[in-house]
């Protein structure tokens, strides 16, 4: 088809805004998928994303409307995956910008908002739920208006649930958003925007064509990475996968590379030809790096090579993933696991619980740290065990976090951040009622509970979004756990020097408290270096008998013995004192900031 | 088919059920107890054949047998078979000159007798009928009455009950000079309404409670009284053995029939529980079929485990032959460092805090199905 004819198109959306109902309502309208095959959410296809809500990963479906041909491209919604976002959307021309009339303008939505206007995305903003109660459309357009510098009238209204005002916006996407402007004759550049892996398939890429044209069975070349590779197909999802002869210039589709590893085929890559290739390759391929890390160990140690087997086959379909064998004098063997974010880490995980059914310890995460030892040696740690004592220098990754509130909770949200060492950069009315504050805060005070900290303390009406800014240095030191005497490296944690005082205790206190009593004495210190700066006591157990037993009981006496040795196998051995799983979670439960 | 000599007779019923208890028990239901007496009869002589030819024990235990229809009771020690320790347990408020002259007169030599406590205000917080004089009354009648041989139960770990309430209980208790004492630790079971009721007052005082069996022990054992059992001592110092024949047969692993509802047996390979329902009970007997029950096959591990179990409630140890099929030899050894478990090589036995602990000792030195020897 004509480039003309084509739009290329995202919909960007915070969570529960409606993105997903909206695509819904399209590929109805425009008869991709008869109401009987109609599932709720066509493009969400992971069963977790269904539960969540969420969308993981992109996918892209052609539709005919009017003779043109549309292509809608899925986008993830959360921060972790704001390099993929930001990949989907250089793979479009224009975006939907979508806002629920009763919510307005949430962090997500501006984070995302931004990322497609540095991405000069034509932006069509539609406001949503129009027909619910609490609706206000007049309001919200303003908000929205307002952040595109656009006039009100501009903003579509629509109820995607009772399909209201959806062709107008399909109308929208073919009269504002600009057709694909490739040149067809160049030579072949196509966008690696997304990628799956398809057990039997290997890594199916999703690309944008931006120059030139690919035919099946064509030799074909990733320009980052060097990878080679012939597709066994080529095709577009309309919304099953579709084969074709061949892919030109603005279109969307998808190679079935044959290559066994995602890894070989990343997200932003630009795929050429191997016998004519481009001489530039597209711009905004990014090494993404994990900042987020945690320790992954079986709760039962047998069961370590099926978690192994399990992350090899997760990091087929998740590039972002890192995983490294670790070896916990406490856990046992595990992998430390490097993630782009806590939603990363946190579908991980239960990706592995739920499809490869392992029962997980995840430690506490900790960020990664740029560290220079008095030696001079520069290392970055990713396991607060791990942090050098002798350190020159420590940094620290920070970020810059858009909080939006109703203006009744910008005190909170200040004392929140502040708790948490953040530094004030600028605040600003939304509205009349709503408040964007913009601070900037180490990572490292984010990844435990900042989130439900922040959630608490607003009832629920806080939104928040943040982009890494860079690594700075800080005062921080490393304050280790000692159980029964022996340092417990899954409790090593890194902190404010400032906070070390406070949070150990907390720490030890908690640690009292979810360490059971076992046949001695057991001391819990929390110490920096050699200097013990906190400790407690878990008093030995002085009695512990079965009352009674006679003839009639001696069965479930038995039973209950069984219980409690089975209930004793599942703790973890620290030197002689048995510690429960959960006691290696303390320092998620301590009570963050709350003084 | 295997032969048991121990005997055990269920009788159910009970005045009033008591909040705290968990045994199967009814309250009331006088009009039963003739046809229940019979059932148990007939239930006797269907299981003649897992009895040996000479019974060394027969224990009736409740409920409240003492509180049977006095023609029921004495139709019911008729029937059984005789044995060398005949037990009867008894309520004191049920303990009549009468009756106490009817259990000797049956040949019952040894009656244990739910005293619980002395203190008022604790036997009102069990909800038990008799006070204090009651149970001494009951006492002396049954010495009266030629009983040589009986044993007090008392209960520890009530709530409200401080270390003073429970030494003056052992004080109370000692000046009658029982040939026995059982000490039970009162198990509020999560769900029941005495835990509903009192269950704020026994965690606050649960630390204390960590050394009310020590105390006991302490005591107990300074006046004469061999802890040969977790819960249990008997008086030295006499030619007597005063231990209770018929429990010791529990703890050593011996084959037991249990007759009556709910009662369980024990016979070689298997055990079984009868049905705690009275009417199915009586229903089944009355038609000359034994009455319904669950089965549990015991195998060799099973029965070893149980042996390493009991067996280390008792002050006399274990061969280590017999039982190293399930002795986890990690914890074994760990638990002796920490001078819990004392062995010569031949012998196992807990050490006096080891019995303290015994329950958590106990299931670290077994084996269960599926723990990996190596750990």
Redesign the interface.
């Known amino acids: 088809m004509d480039q003309s004819q084509i739009r290329n198109f995202s919909i960007i959306a915070h969570i529960d805004h409606g993105k997903s109902t909206l695509a819904d309502r399209i590929l109805e309208l425009t008869h991709a998928v008869s109401e009987r095959d109609m599932r709720e959410q066509v493009l969400d296809s992971m069963e977790l994303e269904r539960e969540r809500g969420i969308t993981i990963k992109a996918q892209a479906v052609r539709v005919q409307w009017k003779g043109h041909e549309l292509n809608l491209i899925d986008t993830p919604g959360h921060v972790d995956f704001s390099y993929e976002v930001s990949r989907s959307l250089q793979a479009c021309e224009g975006a939907l910008l979508v806002v629920d009339a009763a919510q307005g303008i949430e962090a997500q939505t501006l984070a995302n908002a931004y990322l497609a206007i540095e991405n000069d995305l034509e932006i069509v903003p539609v406001i949503n739920k129009i027909d619910l109660p609490q609706a206000d459309p007049e309001g919200t357009a303003i908000e929205v208006a307002h952040l595109l510098g656009d006039a009100p009238e501009h903003v579509l209204a629509i109820s995607a649930k009772s399909g209201v005002g959806v062709e107008a916006v399909l109308e929208a996407v073919i009269e504002r958003i600009p057709a694909p402007a490739g040149d067809l004759s160049a030579p072949a550049r196509a966008l690696v925007f997304d990628s799956s892996y398809d057990q039997y398939r290997g890594v199916v890429a999703f690309v944008r064509m931006v120059d030139g044209s690919f035919s099946r069975r064509q030799a074909l070349k990733a320009m980052a990475l060097g990878t080679e590779f012939e597709p066994e197909e080529i095709g577009f999802f309309s919304p099953g996968m579709t084969p074709v002869e061949t892919l030109a210039a603005g279109e969307v589709g998808y190679l079935v590379s044959g290559l066994k590893d995602v890894a070989r085929l990343r997200v932003g890559d630009t795929i050429t030809t191997v016998t004519e290739p481009a001489s530039e390759p597209l711009p905004g391929y990014k090494d993404v790096k994990p900042m987020v890390f945690a320790g992954l160990f079986p709760t039962d140690s047998d069961a370590y090579p099926e978690l192994r087997e399990a992350l090899e086959k997760l990091k087929l379909n998740d590039a972002a993933l890192l995983y490294e064998p670790e070896t916990s004098k406490a856990l046992g063997f595990g992998f430390r696991c490097g993630f782009l974010g806590l939603l990363h880490m946190e579908i991980v995980r239960e990706r592995l619980e739920r499809e490869f059914d392992l029962d997980l310890l995840v430690t506490a995460p900790n960020v990664a740290y740029r560290v220079k030892t008095n030696a001079g040696t520069e290392l970055e740690v990713h396991n607060p065990a791990e942090m050098p004592n002798d350190l020159e220098e420590v940094s620290e990754p920070y970020i810059k976090a858009t909080v939006i509130v109703p203006k009744e909770f910008v005190g909170s949200v200040m004392e929140l951040c502040n708790d948490r060492r953040g530094r004030f950069d600028h605040m600003e009315y939304l509205s009349e009622q709503r408040v964007m504050m913009i601070y900037e805060l180490p990572l490292g005070e984010i990844v435990l509970d900042f989130y439900d900290q922040l959630k608490s303390r607003t009832r629920g009406y806080a939104s928040f979004d943040y982009d890494l800014s860079g690594f700075r240095e800080g005062n921080l030191v490393r304050v280790d756990i000692l159980v029964g005497g022996e340092p417990v490296d899954a409790l090593s944690l890194i902190l404010h020097r400032d906070r070390a005082y406070d949070t150990g205790r907390q720490l030890v206190e908690k640690l009292r408290e979810e360490i059971p009593r076992q ?2 004495d057991v001391p819990i210190q929390a110490a920096i270096g050699s200097r013990v700066i906190a400790r407690e006591t878990v008093k030995a ?15 479930r ?2 039973k ?3 219980k ?3 209930g ?2 599942r703790m973890k051995q620290v030197g ?1 004192v048995e510690v429960p799983q959960e006691a290696f979670l303390a320092v998620l439960k301590l009570d963050g900031g709350k003084k | 088919m295997s032969s048991a000599r ?1 005997l ?1 007779v269920h009788v159910p019923f009970c005045a009033q059920r008591c909040d705290y208890c968990d ?1 199967v028990s009814l309250a009331g239901q006088r009009g039963q107890h003739a046809r229940y007496v019979a059932a148990l009869l007939a239930e006797l002589e269907l299981e003649r054949e897992t009895l040996a030819p000479e019974l060394e024990t027969v224990y009736l235990g409740g409920g409240t047998p003492t509180f049977l229809e006095p023609e029921a009771l004495r139709a019911l020690l008729e029937g059984l078979p005789g044995a060398g320790e005949l037990t009867v347990e008894a309520n004191p408020e049920t303990v009549t000159p009468e009756l106490a002259g009817a259990l000797a007169e049956a040949g019952v030599n040894r009656v244990s007798l739910g005293a619980q406590s002395f203190q008022p205000r604790l036997l009102e917080v069990l909800g038990r009928r008799a006070g204090p004089d009651d149970v001494r009354r009951a006492f002396q009648f049954l010495r009266d009455a030629g009983l040589a041989n009986i044993s007090l139960d008392l209960l520890y770990g009530i709530p409200g009950q401080s270390q003073v309430n429970l030494d003056a209980d052992l004080d109370e208790a000692l000046a009658l000079a029982p040939e026995h004492l059982s000490c ?2 009162l ?1 509020a079971k999560p769900g029941t309404r005495f835990a509903h009721a009192h269950g704020a007052e026994l965690a606050e005082q649960a630390d204390a ?6 105390r006991i022990v302490g005591r107990l054992t300074a006046s004469s009284y061999r802890w040969y059992e ?2 249990n001592f008997a008086r030295t110092g006499g030619e007597q053995d005063l231990r209770s024949a018929h ?1 010791l047969g ?2 050593r692993g011996h084959d ?1 029939l ?1 007759i009556g509802i ?5 016979a070689g390979e298997l ?1 079984w ?1 009868n049905a705690p329902s009275l009417s199915r009970y009586l229903a089944a007997l009355e038609g000359g079929e034994k009455p319904p029950r669950e089965t ?1 096959a015991l195998d060799e591990a ?1 029965k070893l ?2 042996r390493l ?2 067996g280390l ?1 008792l002050d006399e140890p274990v061969a280590l032959a017999e039982v190293e099929t399930v002795l986890d030899r990690a914890a074994f050894a ?2 002796s460092d ?1 001078g ?1 478990v004392e062995s010569d090589g031949e012998l196992i036995t807990l050490s006096r805090r080891g ?10 030195l ?1 084996v ?1 199905s ?2 990996s020897l190596a ?1």
């Not at chain 1, 002085?542 to 009981?553: H, I, M, P």
């Not at chain 2, 409670?209 to 020590?214: C, F, I, N, T, V």
């Open positions: 046949f001695f157990k002085r009695k512990d008998v079965l009352a009674k037993c006679y003839g009639g009981d001696i069965s006496k038995r209950l013995l069984e409690q040795k089975k004793k196998k002689s | 121990h055990y045994f039970y630790e198990e409670l960590e050394d009310h069996l020590e977790t819960a429990n529990y703890w037991y249990g709910g009662a369980v047996s024990t055990r529980r549990e099973t485990r149980e179990m009991l409630r760990r638990l920490l819990l019995r303290l602990l015994g329950g958590a000792v106990s299931a670290e077994i269960w599926g723990d750990a």
